[in-house]
């Protein structure tokens, strides 16, 4: 049994993870400082673009690291 045990924590994780990114992507154009953070460059030229998002990608990393260990925490209770 221990292994549906962890089966269900599994899907639950999963399901919250599936959860903050739906609401990322449905609500990620409203917010318009996001991909325009310091850090995020965008070099062009005619005809071409490079968009490197770094600082936006530092923000979600901490954002989202602090909700798994939040989860993780809350699951060991």
């Given at each position: 049994m221990e292994g549906l045990s962890t089966l269900g924590?599994?899907?639950?994780?999963?399901?919250?993870?599936?959860?903050?990114?739906?609401?990322?992507?449905?609500?990620?154009?409203?917010?318009?400082?996001?991909?325009?953070l310091p850090g995020d460059f965008v070099f062009g030229g005619e005809g071409w673009k490079v968009y490197l998002p770094l600082g936006t990608s530092v923000l979600l990393s901490v954002v989202l690291t602090l909700v798994l260990r939040l989860v993780r925490a809350l699951s060991r209770k």
């Open positions: 924590r599994l899907l639950r994780l999963l399901g919250i993870v599936l959860v903050i990114l739906g609401a990322l992507l449905a609500w990620g154009p409203r917010v318009p400082w996001l991909g325009r």
